[in-house]
């Protein structure tokens, strides 16, 4: 702790962003490098806490509370603080492959749980370990690093977002050789293909780490579709181990039954978010959606929400709007949410800024549930029909709400995005394995053992577990290489 008053004395100070009404006008990262003694200064906050919660990684009341790949935050603060910055870089990697993501899309459930933030606003951990990495790739210190020897045993991993492409790493470091299978064109999962250019550039910050790693001696196949292209039974005589890594990338309907729901015009968010993504990258991508000129309504509140409010503002639409059935959340912790759990508090992330900037107001509206799509004579969507609800009077044996009498109304949409999560993985990979579900539907395999009832065979990532954070998908993606190795060779050294 090299500034011991520095929690008291300096204020926190968020990273800087480009100006809403400037970064709408295109596809570039709208986060800005804060000045090196600006991060000092914030890295001088940390207390260097006799037991530093922000590297816990737990869950508390359902929600990360902590980091899930227990980052040595405290030490790598200090080392920043110092001016160390290999030295920051060479403890963030000790425990991230890929800390370039995390300090870009992690909601930073470190800054929840840190202890300053009982009493003030948290060390900004997130910015700080985002600007360590970017300095590591500007210094050149980040470059290849393949096995000083290999094992003569083969890895293939299904699937390339974090959790795939961090059991990759971890496997080929200790010394396997791994196939990763991806039935995109291009290697990355939801991070090529579910997160916008705006918050995370694919080819100067995904595609770099891609490079890396083939480099290192990782082999990437993509366009190959698992279970149709190559059976997975091929694949697991052909490797000495199969790690799943599909992510869930079923989505949600809850409204399959509403009526209306079949009118053209209605979208699953990632129908509209990967082929937009691809068009930024210069391609011509099939199942093109634009919202140039049309009246957006995103149902979904969540972080997939708040992308199709940018991209939607960033193709040209008239206006957009946010229906959440959820209740506003408090602009400070309650007391039925205490430290350390995560916050859930009313936050602002870019999109709303961008919509406010663009339109004059917040576009969400909480509290509402959809009751119908309605339609005109061609079959398009042009509208919705919704209800305010009320969650402190639930329903005896029914919902945890109640609709508020007479208040139904109508709001004007001709393109509506269900933002609504996923329920699990397609099936058609572990039908094929014969890998047991569990009762989610979701791959049946043990948290810290990741093994399915088949011999050789591991599932790790949002496959496992579910719908989650990318950091809770690269601590699988590391869990499931140690418990791989171990498989492979009797023992493990993998942390």
Not at 415 to 440: C, H, M, N, S, Y
Request: proline share 7%; hydrophobic share 35%.
């Amino acid at each position: 702790m090299g500034n011991p008053t520095g929690f008291k004395t300096i204020e926190r100070q968020n990273a800087p962003e480009r100006d809403a009404k400037l970064r709408i006008l295109d596809w570039k990262e709208f986060h800005l490098d804060p000045p090196e003694e600006q991060l000092r200064d914030q890295g001088a906050r940390c207390m260097d806490c006799g037991v530093p919660f922000c590297h816990t990684g737990d869950l508390m009341a359902g929600m990360a509370t902590g980091c899930p790949i227990n980052n040595l935050i405290p030490e790598w603060n200090d080392l920043v603080y110092r001016g160390r910055w290999r030295e920051a870089l060479d403890r963030l990697h000790k425990t991230n492959n890929f800390p370039e993501f995390t300090g870009r899309v992690c909601p930073a459930p470190c800054e929840g749980s840190c202890v300053l933030g009982i009493i003030e606003p948290p060390v900004a951990i997130k910015s700080i370990e985002c600007a360590i990495i970017d300095k590591g790739f500007e210094e050149g210190w980040v470059v290849p690093n393949p096995p000083e020897k290999r094992t003569g045993k083969t890895v293939a991993v299904i699937g390339s977002g974090p959790a795939g492409l961090a059991a990759a790493a971890q496997l080929n470091q200790a010394g396997h050789k791994v196939t990763v299978y991806e039935r995109d064109d291009r290697i990355g999962g939801l991070l090529m293909y579910g997160i916008p250019n705006m918050k995370l550039d694919k080819a100067e910050v995904v595609q770099r780490r891609v490079d890396i790693m083939e480099a290192e001696g990782i082999k990437f196949v993509t366009s190959c579709k698992v279970g149709d292209d190559i059976t997975a039974d091929e694949l697991k005589k052909k490797f000495d181990a199969v790690v799943l890594a599909t992510g869930a990338t079923a989505p949600n309907d809850f409204f399959a039954k509403t009526p209306g729901r079949s009118l053209k015009g209605i979208h699953f968010a990632m129908d509209f978010l990967r082929p937009n993504t691809q068009k930024v990258m210069g391609d011509s991508p099939k199942g093109y959606i634009s919202a140039k000129g049309k009246k957006v309504l995103v149902i979904g509140g969540g972080d997939t929400g708040t992308d199709c409010i940018g991209t939607s503002i960033r193709q040209g639409c008239e206006k957009v709007v946010t229906f959440e059935i959820v209740p506003q959340p408090p602009g400070e912790r309650t007391a039925s949410n205490p430290w350390p759990q995560w916050p859930r508090i009313l936050r602002v992330d870019y999109g709303h800024e961008e919509a406010e900037a663009k339109f004059g107001d917040d576009p969400r509206q909480f509290s509402i549930q959809t009751l119908e799509f309605v339609g005109d004579a061609k079959g398009n969507v042009k509208s919705i029909k919704a209800c305010k609800v009320d969650w402190s009077k639930p329903v005896k044996n029914g919902p945890p709400f109640s609709v508020v009498p007479n208040s139904e109304f109508e709001v004007e949409a001709d393109l509506i995005f269900l933002a609504l999560g996923f329920k699990g993985p397609e099936p058609t990979v572990a039908e094929q394995l014969g890998v047991e579900f569990d009762v989610r539907g979701n791959y049946q395999a043990e948290h810290e053992q990741y093994t399915t009832n088949v011999d050789g065979v591991f599932a790790a990532g949002d496959c496992r577990r579910g719908q989650s954070l990318v950091v809770w998908a690269i601590n699988e993606g590391r869990g499931v290489a140690r418990e791989c190795d171990r498989y492979l060779m009797g023992s493990t050294k993998l942390p």
